[in-house]
C-alpha cells in the first residue's frame, strides 16, 4: 500500500509538471508513441499567459511554475487531467479557459475577461463543429474507420464555457452590447450545427448542456440592456422556436419573460414567421396577439400539471386581453382554470370584471351575488361597489344598488375617505333610479331629496375633485330641473377634465337648450366639435341638428345631418376590417344612423313631405326592420295622413317590441282619442303608463289634462296643464341622459 501511494504521488506531481507546462505553452503539446515525456517549444513568442502574468507579476517567465501552482486548487488540476486523458493534450485555448475561470471564480473580473480575450474562438470553431458532429453521429465509434474527433465535448464545454463567462464579465463592466455579442457566439455554434437545438445526445456528465442552458437565458436579457429591441425579440424567438433541451421550469420562466417584454417594452416590430412551423397555423399579427398566445400556452401547461401556478402569468393575460378590448375571452380563461387553482371568491370577482367590461351586466351582477353571498364574502368592499355600479343603471334593480351602497358605507365604516365618497355618490345615482319607478309622487320626491343629499355629500368629501361625482350631480339637479346648479356642476366637471370629455360638453349643451339659450348651447358644441375627432363627433353632430331645428333652421340642419352620414359612411368603409376589434363602436355606429333616419323622416313629416320621409324610414329598414322608433315615426306618418287605423297597428307594434317606449304610449292615446266612443279608460291607462316611465314628460301631462278636461274634471286638468306647461319651458332638445 505504501508503495501504491508513493507511484500515486509521483504520478499526480508529472501531471501537475505537464499541466502547467501546457498553461505556459501557446503550441499544442502531443505525446509522441508511447513517450511520458512532452516535448515543450523554446520559443517565448508562443507563452499563452506571458502578456497577462507580466504585467501582473513584474517578471516572466521565470518563477511563473511556482506561482501557477499556489494559484491552482486541486479541483482544476483534476480536470486538467481529465483534459489530458479525454483528448491527450491541453491547448491554448483551453489553458487560457480554464485560468480565465479560476480569475473569474476568484472575484477578478477584469483580469479573468484579460485572459478569456486572449482566446480565438473564430479559430477553433471548425474543430468544435465537427467535434460536435461527430459526437452527435456516436453510433459508429468501435468501428475500425472510426476516427476520434478533434476536441472531446469535455473540452467543447470548456471552451463554451469560457465565452459564456467572457460574457458575464463584459456584463459585470457594463458593455452590454459586446456581452450580448459573445453569448450569441454559443447559441451560432449549436444552432448552425443542429438545426433542432438537441445536445441531450452530448452525455450528461459534460457542462455542454448547462452552458448552453444558461446561454439562451442571458441573452435576451443582455440585448435588453444594451436597449436593442428587436434584438431582444429575436433572442426570446430563437430560444423558444429551437429545442435546446430546456427543462419545462425554465423554458416558461423565458416564455413568461418575453410575454411581458412583448407587452410593456413598447416596441413593435416585425410579427414572427411561424408559418413554416405548421400549414394554417396562427400567426400573431402584432405584440399583443403573440403575448397572449404565449400566456395562453403558459396556462395550458399549468392545467396540465407541466409547470407549478404562477398567478403572475394570469396578471398578464388580463392585462393583454383587457388592452386587445376581448374580455369574454379572459373570462373563458378564469373559468378554464382548474378548482383549487384560485380561491373561488377570486375567481367570482374576477369572472365579474370580466363580464362587466363586456357590456354583459346582468351576468357579472349573478357573479357578485355568489361572492356576496352569507356562504362566501359578503363584506366584499369591491364586489360591493360593483354591484352598486351596475345596479344604479336599471330603474329595476336601483332597489338592489341602494342595498349594496349602504352594506359598503357599513363595512367600511370611514377607513376610507376616496371608497366612502364614491359609495355615497353611488347610493344617490340609485336613489334617483329608485324615485322613477316610485308609485306616489311623495315617495318619488323623497327619494330625490334623499338622493341629491348623498350625492352632496360625496361633493363635499371630495372637494369638488371628482368629476365622476360631479358629472352624476349635475344630471340629478339637470332632472329635478334646477338647472343653474346643473350648469354650475357641469362647467366644474368639464375644468376637472380639461375640457376634454364629450359627455361633458353634451351635458352643458343640453342644460343650455333647457334653458333655451339655443345660441349659446350651439357655440358650445361647435367648440366641442373644434376640439374633437372627426370619429367622436357623431353625438354632438346630432345635438347640433336638433337645436338647429328648435330654432326653425332647417336647411342648416339638413345640412348637418348630411355631414353626420357622411361621416359615419366614411368611417364604416375605413374601419370595416377590424370588425372584432371594433365591435362596440360599430354598434354604436349604426345605432347612431338609424336614429338619424328617424329625425329626418320627423322633420320631413312635419313639412308633410310624404316621399322623403318613406325614403328615410326604408333606409332604417335596412339597417333593422323591427325597432320601437322606427315604428313609432311610420306610425306618426300614418297619424299626420289622417290614416289613424294603420297608425294605431303601428304604435301597437311598436309597443310589442318595447312595451315602455313612451312616445308610443302617449301616440296611442292621441289616435284613440281621434275616434268617436273610445273608452276614456284606455286613454287613460296608455297616458299613466307613459307618465311612470317618464314623469317629466311634458306632452304626457298635457294629453291627460285634455282628458280631464274632457271630463269635466277642472281642477286636474289645470294642475295637468301646468305641469305640462312647466316641463315644457325646461325641456332639453335631448333628453340629458
Known amino acids: 500500500m505504501g508503495?501504491?501511494?508513493?507511484?500515486?504521488?509521483?504520478?499526480?506531481?508529472?501531471?501537475?509538471?505537464?499541466?502547467?507546462?501546457?498553461?505556459?505553452?501557446?503550441?499544442?503539446?502531443?505525446?509522441?508513441?508511447?513517450?511520458?515525456?512532452?516535448?515543450?517549444?523554446?520559443?517565448?513568442?508562443?507563452?499563452?499567459?506571458?502578456?497577462?502574468?507580466?504585467?501582473?507579476?513584474?517578471?516572466?517567465?521565470?518563477?511563473?511554475?511556482?506561482?501557477?501552482?499556489?494559484?491552482?486548487?486541486?479541483?482544476?488540476?483534476?480536470?486538467?487531467?481529465?483534459?489530458?486523458?479525454?483528448?491527450?493534450?491541453?491547448n491554448y485555448e483551453e489553458a487560457r479557459a480554464l485560468l480565465g475561470r479560476y480569475e473569474y471564480q476568484k472575484g477578478n473580473i477584469e483580469a479573468a475577461l484579460h485572459v478569456f480575450e486572449g482566446i480565438n474562438i473564430d479559430s477553433v470553431?471548425?474543430?468544435?463543429?465537427?467535434?460536435?458532429?461527430?459526437?452527435?453521429?456516436?453510433?459508429?465509434?468501435?468501428?475500425?474507420?472510426?476516427?476520434?474527433?478533434?476536441?472531446?465535448?469535455?473540452?467543447?464545454?470548456?471552451?463554451?464555457?469560457?465565452?459564456?463567462?467572457?460574457?458575464?464579465?463584459?456584463?459585470?463592466?457594463?458593455?452590454?452590447?459586446?456581452?450580448?455579442?459573445?453569448?450569441?457566439?454559443?447559441l451560432d455554434i449549436v444552432d448552425s450545427l443542429l438545426p433542432e437545438g438537441s445536445c441531450k445526445n452530448f452525455g450528461a456528465e459534460c457542462k455542454l448542456q448547462d452552458t448552453v442552458t444558461k446561454a439562451v437565458e442571458l441573452l435576451p436579457e443582455l440585448w435588453k440592456l444594451a436597449d436593442c429591441p428587436h434584438e431582444v425579440i429575436m433572442a426570446y424567438r430563437q430560444a423558444l422556436l429551437r429545442r435546446w433541451n430546456l427543462s419545462s421550469e425554465t423554458i416558461a420562466k423565458i416564455q413568461k419573460e418575453f410575454a411581458?417584454?412583448?407587452?410593456?417594452?413598447?416596441?413593435?416590430?416585425?410579427?414572427?414567421?411561424?408559418?413554416?412551423?405548421?400549414?394554417?397555423?396562427?400567426?400573431?399579427?402584432?405584440?399583443?396577439?403573440?403575448?397572449?398566445?404565449i400566456l395562453i400556452i403558459l396556462l395550458r401547461k399549468v392545467s396540465l400539471n407541466e409547470i407549478e401556478w404562477d398567478p403572475s402569468i394570469l396578471d398578464h393575460l388580463s392585462f393583454a386581453l383587457s388592452v386587445s378590448g376581448d374580455l369574454t375571452a379572459l373570462a373563458n380563461q378564469w373559468e378554464e382554470l382548474l378548482p383549487g387553482t384560485i380561491n373561488r371568491g377570486e375567481r367570482y370577482y374576477a369572472l365579474a370584471l370580466c363580464y362587466y367590461g363586456a357590456g354583459q351586466d346582468l351576468v357579472a351582477l349573478n357573479l357578485l351575488k355568489k361572492l356576496l353571498s352569507s356562504n362566501e364574502d359578503p363584506k366584499h368592499v369591491p364586489a360591493l361597489l360593483m354591484a352598486s355600479n351596475i345596479c344604479c343603471k336599471n330603474p329595476n334593480l336601483a332597489e338592489d344598488g341602494v342595498n349594496y351602497a349602504r352594506r359598503m358605507l357599513e363595512n367600511l365604516n370611514g377607513?376610507?375617505?376616496?371608497?366612502?365618497?364614491?359609495?355615497?355618490?353611488?347610493?344617490?345615482?340609485s336613489l334617483s333610479a329608485h324615485s322613477k319607478i316610485a308609485v306616489s309622487d311623495s315617495e318619488r320626491i323623497r327619494r330625490q331629496s334623499k338622493a341629491l343629499q348623498f350625492l352632496e355629500t360625496a361633493r363635499r368629501m371630495t372637494r369638488m375633485r371628482d368629476p365622476f361625482i360631479l358629472y352624476y350631480l349635475s344630471l340629478e339637479y339637470a332632472d329635478q330641473r334646477e338647472l343653474d346648479s346643473a350648469l354650475h356642476y357641469a362647467e366644474c366637471f368639464l375644468e376637472l377634465e380639461a375640457r376634454a370629455s364629450i359627455k361633458g360638453w353634451l351635458l352643458l349643451a343640453r342644460i343650455l337648450s333647457a334653458q333655451k339659450r339655443f345660441l349659446d348651447a350651439e357655440s358650445v358644441v361647435n367648440a366641442a366639435l373644434d376640439q374633437t375627432a372627426k370619429w367622436d363627433q357623431g353625438e354632438l353632430l346630432r345635438t347640433k341638428a336638433k337645436l338647429q331645428i328648435a330654432?326653425?333652421?332647417?336647411?342648416?340642419?339638413?345640412?348637418?345631418?348630411?355631414?353626420?352620414?357622411?361621416?359615419?359612411?366614411?368611417?364604416?368603409?375605413?374601419?370595416?376590417?377590424?370588425?372584432?376589434?371594433?365591435?362596440?363602436?360599430?354598434?354604436?355606429a349604426w345605432n347612431l344612423e338609424l336614429e338619424l333616419w328617424h329625425d329626418l323622416a320627423y322633420v320631413y313629416i312635419s313639412l308633410s313631405c310624404w316621399h322623403d320621409a318613406e325614403m328615410c324610414l326604408s333606409r332604417s329598414k335596412a339597417i333593422k326592420p323591427y325597432t320601437a322608433s322606427r315604428l313609432h315615426a311610420?306610425?306618426?306618418?300614418?297619424?299626420?295622413?289622417?290614416?289613424?287605423?294603420?297608425?294605431?297597428?303601428?304604435?301597437?307594434?311598436?309597443?310589442?317590441?318595447?312595451?315602455?317606449?313612451?312616445?308610443?304610449?302617449?301616440?296611442?292615446?292621441?289616435?284613440?282619442?281621434?275616434?268617436?266612443?273610445?273608452?276614456?279608460?284606455?286613454?287613460?291607462?296608455?297616458?299613466?303608463?307613459?307618465?311612470?316611465?317618464?314623469?317629466?314628460?311634458?306632452?304626457?301631462?298635457?294629453?291627460?289634462?285634455?282628458?280631464?278636461?274632457?271630463?269635466?274634471?277642472?281642477?286636474?286638468?289645470?294642475?295637468?296643464?301646468?305641469?305640462?306647461?312647466?316641463?315644457?319651458?325646461?325641456?332639453?332638445?335631448?333628453?340629458?341622459?
Open 415 to 429: 377607513r376610507c375617505d376616496q371608497l366612502e365618497s364614491r359609495a355615497n355618490c353611488l347610493l344617490g345615482i
Open 260 to 293: 411581458a417584454f412583448l407587452l410593456y417594452s413598447g416596441a413593435e416590430v416585425i410579427p414572427p414567421d411561424l408559418r413554416s412551423q405548421k400549414e394554417n397555423s396562427f400567426v400573431p399579427r402584432n405584440n399583443i396577439e403573440e403575448a397572449i398566445l
Open 125 to 186: 470553431t471548425p474543430e468544435i463543429k465537427i467535434s460536435l458532429a461527430k459526437i452527435k453521429e456516436n453510433h459508429r465509434r468501435h468501428s475500425k474507420n472510426y476516427v476520434p474527433p478533434p476536441m472531446s465535448v469535455h473540452t467543447v464545454g470548456t471552451l463554451f464555457e469560457a465565452v459564456f463567462l467572457k460574457a458575464q464579465c463584459l456584463q459585470a463592466l457594463g458593455r452590454f452590447k459586446e456581452a450580448a455579442q459573445s453569448c450569441k457566439v454559443i
Open 634 to 737: 311610420l306610425g306618426t306618418m300614418h297619424e299626420a295622413k289622417g290614416l289613424y287605423k294603420e297608425a294605431l297597428k303601428a304604435f301597437r307594434d311598436a309597443l310589442d317590441i318595447d312595451p315602455g317606449h313612451v312616445p308610443s304610449l302617449i301616440s296611442s292615446a292621441v289616435v284613440l282619442r281621434q275616434f268617436n266612443g273610445q273608452s276614456n279608460a284606455a286613454i287613460r291607462s296608455f297616458l299613466m303608463d307613459a307618465l311612470r316611465h317618464d314623469r317629466m314628460n311634458a306632452s304626457a301631462w298635457y294629453n291627460l289634462g285634455i282628458l280631464h278636461k274632457a271630463e269635466n274634471k277642472i281642477s286636474e286638468a289645470a294642475e295637468c296643464f301646468e305641469a305640462a306647461n312647466s316641463l315644457e319651458e325646461s325641456a332639453p332638445v335631448e333628453p340629458f341622459r
Open 3 to 90: 508503495n501504491g501511494n508513493r507511484q500515486g504521488r509521483r504520478k499526480k506531481r508529472r501531471s501537475l509538471k505537464n499541466m502547467m507546462q501546457c498553461l505556459c505553452s501557446g503550441e499544442q503539446l502531443r505525446r509522441e508513441g508511447g513517450m511520458d515525456e512532452m516535448a515543450v517549444p523554446s520559443s517565448s513568442d508562443s507563452l499563452a499567459t506571458k502578456d497577462y502574468y507580466s504585467a501582473t507579476t513584474g517578471s516572466g517567465r521565470s518563477g511563473q511554475d511556482g506561482q501557477l501552482q499556489r494559484r491552482l486548487d486541486a479541483g482544476n488540476i483534476e480536470e486538467a487531467e481529465s483534459s489530458l486523458r479525454e483528448a491527450g493534450c491541453l
Open 551 to 588: 330654432q326653425g333652421q332647417l336647411r342648416s340642419a339638413f345640412e348637418t345631418y348630411v355631414q353626420l352620414l357622411s361621416i359615419l359612411h366614411i368611417q364604416r368603409k375605413t374601419f370595416g376590417q377590424w370588425k372584432k376589434l371594433c365591435k362596440d363602436s360599430r354598434d354604436h
